[in-house]
């Protein structure tokens, strides 16, 4: 058969990506041959638009122990502990049926940990909707929300912090990023390296189905308004199966059978052999008649483009496969040698002894095309937003309107879909701030949060990619951790577009800025391109999730206050920043000028300070101020409890607007008894750390003197409204 | 004492009920659902998660398998068997336990912490409860809306087979302090010999104030003996 223009197109090839591969293999490829190209030259495989920014990022560090190129990242927690971790998105399939959509995207991140030996202990998700008014919002949040429950409740791991948010930019593309968290002993890591010849190629799992077919090609393309018809290239999602090879891995993973070990995500049992030949430089081989299939008549093309999920490769060391098998078989499991490792440096693909395809590896890796795409510096915003110029608001009516917000609400509405408890090791939910996982039987602990600051990103993508790393460090230093390192989900629009290509280049150099400052390094993560639909593209979003360690869990520290009469503190220096604000968004529709700038030097210091207070057991209560100032932080302690405030009106207020509503960063509310003042000072003075006592908790009320005053329980039930009219 | 924790595939609580039940001293085994034997035990304990997927009706599958046929025999001998969440399920479905779970009224997956009290404290698995003692525990299933017969709710009552009720924290049971619909706000019940426990509330995960509360612990001291 000859391939026709409209082939290659279908593919999404490019012609002259086309020519390329005729080079590389010195003939015209075969269907099978282009579908495994285009399999893995897509964006989403090959990070051919990304490649050349990434390798920017800090990925080396004390505390890492794999950076990006595995299935996941791996820290280094201490004793002979280690974490891995990973998020990724599932933006298109989650669009077009959100449920399975989501539940995939679950399912896909936890093979990733699972693959390295980790238990999985604690799942994350940061999820971005359309504007509450748009008519396909309700049903997608609805189906999102339920297919992540459904997907972690029923494999057994809790689902512990995320952001549900919203904004017009994701109307006709939402964005769905799970994260997955995992812990494994130092000494039992497992990488997807092959190495050695002639050992056996093991398929586990799932049997192959004509489910996901192109599902990766389908993530590199923008949407249209047919998108609606991809819907068969979303798979389908069996948490239930998934369980059983959870745990048939981490039993086989025991002793010392398995050489490398890959799962089959996007592309399949493609991506998966490609991988594990190319990093251990090695060819494979394999038999397509023996790999377990689901449905009847399923040609060579289906089997190695097909995206079923819940399935893994295997090299096995010699003579275990009896004793391998006999795990799966327990699981009532798949398990079929399918292949076996060569000398050739090739992929070659079998089907009843006949070659359907020969492609050197090199040709689907190291030789795939790389592109430095064309991209333009964001043109900054010069507006300075004139509150005199605005319609005159009431303090109280813009606080109101923040709080009773889809974007600000309490989202119990959301996270009780998910089980946030079973495994009996969540110290604390994440609420706000981060959550705090307990390693099992240990006295230590993890702390995981995920942000993202996609409107900061917009207006000034440098300082955006900046600030969204210190929010999510800051997250991680409100509940006494230590943070160690992130993985970061890039959602941006189409790559070609040069400038959606300067959006991208310009938040990764602000995400470098400060991991570097920080030595908080990038240890995996995952770019989604291409996300918007008919030449509208989504605000660019990067999402960072961090993990922290609380190596003494004695007292677990949250952001709720704890008793009347303590002394509130505001740590950072308020200079009253609107623009760009929850604020002037929420209540004026007002998107202009620049984003607050973070200092890092400051960032580090107060965080710094702040961890030795917590140390120290001063403090009551912490928590960050980010997105709606000092006054929504101070709601966000009160609510939910019995403990409200008295804030005295600041000396040297020039504007309460912009004292209360300001987004200045790098501050924290801490929450203190009166005897423990002197201490907490000292530690603040001695770093040079600005702070200032802005009032005490009280019984009951919540009172900005001058302001506000409000019962708590009635500010309590403005946050609960927009979740409880859906 | 002795306990069995059975394992179906696609159990997910089973670790922590074993956490639980070590920590009050029980000597517990892992029981795994094609075993043909059940090892000697004083307590058999059915745990939570999603056997078999759950894919058909919840518990069904688990209620037909091959080990459910040795815990029935137990059963009827007099052992203790406790069912908790998907147990509770499972139980209903193998007939030891009267009645069925259907999907929550919200028709959502309900996780969160709610009060229960103790309505019934007269027997081996709540002595260490006060009768109309307010517990704090946590729930986490899809379907927790109990319903049973009238002539079977008439003989819950009149006997007093009713472990807990879902209430409010100042106790009162009432229709606002009842997550999932359930039928007169149970939370859990027994067999008529008071032998068996099926409860959607997970008191394995309020034995460490670290975490939770201690709320559940008495109902494991009060099995071992």
Known sequence: MKISNQVIESHGLKLDEFSLIKKLLKREPNLLELGIFSAMWNEHCSYKSSRKHLKNLPTKGKQVIQGPGENAGVIDIGGDDAIVFKIESHNHPSYIEPYQGAATGVGGILRDVFTMGARPIALLNSIHFGSPKFFKTKSLLNGVVSGIGGYGNCIGIPTVAGETKFNATYNENILVNAM?????????????????????????????????????????????????????????????????LMEACLELMKDNSIISIQDMGAAGLTSSSVEMASKGELGIELNLEKVPCREENMSPYEMMLSESQERMLIILEDGKEENAKKIFDKWDLDFVVIGKTTDSNKLVLKYNNAIKAEIPISALSSKAPIYDRKWIKKKLPKIKVDLKKLKKVKFEDALIKILSSANYSNKSWVTEQYDQMVMCDTVKQSGADAAIIRIHNKKKAIAVSVDSSANYCKAHPISGGKQVVCENWRNLISVGSKPLAITNCL?????????????????????????????????????????????????????????????????PINHKFKKENNLIILVGKTFGHLEQ?????????????????????????????????????????????????????????????????????????????????GEDQSRYIVEIEKNNLEKTAKILKKNNIFFEIIGTTQMKYFEIQGEFKSDIKELYKINNQWYNNF | MNSSVIVFPGSNCDRDIAVALEKVQFKNKMVWHKDTELPKSDLIVIPGGFSYGDYLRSGAIAGKSTIISEVIKAANKGCLILGICNGFQILTETGLLKGVLLRNKNLRFINKNVNIKVINNNSKFLKNYKKDQILEMNIAHNE??????????????????????????????????????????????????????????????????????????????????
């Open chain 1, 180 to 244: 997955a968290v995992g812990h494994v002993k130092k000494n039992k890591i497992f990488y997807s390296k092959a190495k050695g010849l002639n050992k056996s190629v093991v398929y586990v799992g799932s049997k192959t189905g004509r489910d996901g077919i192109h599902g990766a090609s389908m993530a590199s393309a923008e949407f249209d308004e047919n998108s609606e018809e991809k819907k068969p290239t979303v798979q389908v999602g069996d948490p239930f199966t998934e369980k059983l």
């Open chain 1, 491 to 555: 959602n941006f629009g189409n790559p070609e577009n040069p400038e959606i290509m300067g959006e991208f280049a310009e938040c990764l150099k602000g995400i470098k800025e400060s991991c570097e400052f920080l030595n908080f390094p990038v240890v995996s993560g995952n770019v989604s391109f291409y996300n918007g639909t008919n030449n509208k593209n989504i605000n660019p979003t990067p999402v960072i999730g961090g993990v922290g360690l609380i190596s003494k869990l004695d007292n």
């Open chain 1, 581 to 661: 604000s929850a604020f002037l968004e929420e209540v004026y529709s007002n998107i202009d000028g620049l984003p607050p700038e973070v200092n890092l030097v400051n960032e580090k210091n107060n965080g710094e300070g702040i961890l030795e207070i917590i140390n120290k057991e001063l403090a009551k209560s912490v928590h960050d101020i980010s997105s709606g100032g000092l006054v929504v932080a101070l709601a966000e302690m009160s609510m939910g409890t019995d403990f409200g405030v008295k804030i005295d009106r600041p000396k040297k207020l020039t504007n309460s607007i912009k004292y209360f509503f």
């Open chain 2, 144 to 225: 927790g809306n109990y319903f049973t017969s009238s002539d079977h709710l008439k003989e819950l009552n009149d006997k007093n087979l009713i472990a807990f009720k879902y209430c409010r924290s100042d106790g009162d049971v009432n229709s606002i302090s009842n997550p999932n619909g359930s039928i007169e706000n149970i939370a859990g019940i027994f067999n008529s010999n008071k032998n068996i426990l099926g409860m959607m509330p997970h008191p394995e995960r309020m034995i460490d104030n670290l975490i939770s509360n201690t709320d559940g612990i008495n109902l494991f001291t009060s099995l071992i003996k």
